[in-house]
């Protein structure tokens, strides 16, 4: 047992304290690299005060600075009932405290045991354990990023550096749970700041972020447009005209085509007989990522300006072409 009353804690309030150092109270580094195999451990994680406040859970390490009395500061495990103890001032819970509350908790024991009369503390999480969230594909900085309770898809990308790469992005937020289903969330949509707002991420999950695929439906179609392709899936040529809600009454489906990119800048045009498919009478076709299905009208020639801005100039201009009725 040492008896310390130094000036400086003669300064800030300290009358005739007798301080007990002891291991057991605040563990010597060598302790701190002890811990649970089976959980995941985080040390100084990328950016995490993007992800908002973080509250404080057992097993976290804790540096606890009380300005100018280094008697009083130290490093501190938060025990499984959410407490720490202090050289003086006994057991503090500080479970589910962010750490500016936990300072503002350890500063008012302080006050009110008579130890110190203006202390000021400060509570930084220097190491972290618990369950993350995995974020993966393209963001700037892919990592395991600690997380407690829910946080906004927005805050966890931000978190990540954010998207990255050319084009949409759809971002898929894998729970990983039985039963529960995956959401996805395309950056294309009207709503997109909306979703990334409203949209929760909860510990475990993992959230992708991959270059969205699309294809292209132009022509005489009751909702003409690009269109998502789900990651790792097929679309056929019924199933992307159901999603721009079928064709017009004026539509020219028996001289309709599929305009695809080749690997040197070209373009090939597959023609398809879409009425032949919906009877039934020909193949549904597999279609693929960028492709371009084009409806001309039936009757006059029909000149349109087509915008697609991702696909090559080839492409396009036999989009163009076999929109118009020869």
Do not use: W
Request: hydrophobic residues 40%.
């Amino acid at each position: 047992m040492v008896s310390i009353l130094t000036p400086s804690a003669r300064r800030f309030g300290l009358h005739g304290v007798v301080i007990v150092f002891c291991f057991g109270l605040f563990e010597v580094p060598a302790l701190m690299a002890q811990s649970d195999s089976s959980t995941t451990q985080f040390t100084s994680p990328p950016t995490l005060q993007d992800l908002g406040p973080t509250e404080i859970q057992p097993g976290d390490v804790l540096d606890i600075q009380v300005f100018n009395t280094p008697e009083l500061s130290g490093r501190a495990r938060v025990d499984q009932s959410g407490s720490i103890r202090l050289p003086v001032g006994g057991s503090i819970y500080v479970k589910d405290l962010t750490p500016t509350l936990a300072s503002e908790v350890i500063e008012k024991t302080l006050r009110d045991k008579q130890i110190m009369i203006s202390p000021l503390v400060n509570i930084y999480i220097s190491q972290y354990v618990g369950a993350g969230v995995e974020v993966i594909g393209d963001v700037r900085s892919p990592a395991i990023y600690p997380l407690r309770g829910t946080r906004s898809l927005s805050q966890v990308l931000t978190a990540a550096g954010g998207t990255v790469g050319p084009g949409s992005h759809v971002i898929t937020i894998v729970s990983g749970v039985p039963g529960k289903a995956d959401v996805v969330v395309d950056t294309d949509t009207p709503d997109y700041l909306q979703k990334l707002q409203s949209t929760t991420v909860s510990p475990g999950e993992t959230v992708r972020v991959a270059t969205a695929e699309k294809i292209f439906i132009v022509g005489d179609v009751k909702a003409p447009g690009p269109q998502i392709v789900p990651l790792g899936e097929h679309i056929s040529v019924l199933e992307v005209l159901a999603l721009c809600n079928g064709l017009n009454t004026t539509a020219k489906g028996d001289h309709a085509s599929i305009i695809r990119g080749t690997p040197d800048g070209g373009a090939i045009t597959i023609p398809v007989n879409l009425d032949k498919i919906y009877k039934n009478e020909a193949p549904n076709i597999r279609l693929m990522a960028s492709d371009v299905v084009v409806v001309p009208r039936s009757g006059a020639k029909v000149f349109y300006q087509l915008a697609l801005p991702t696909l090559t100039n080839a492409v396009v201009s036999a989009a163009t072409s076999a929109l118009v009725i020869r």
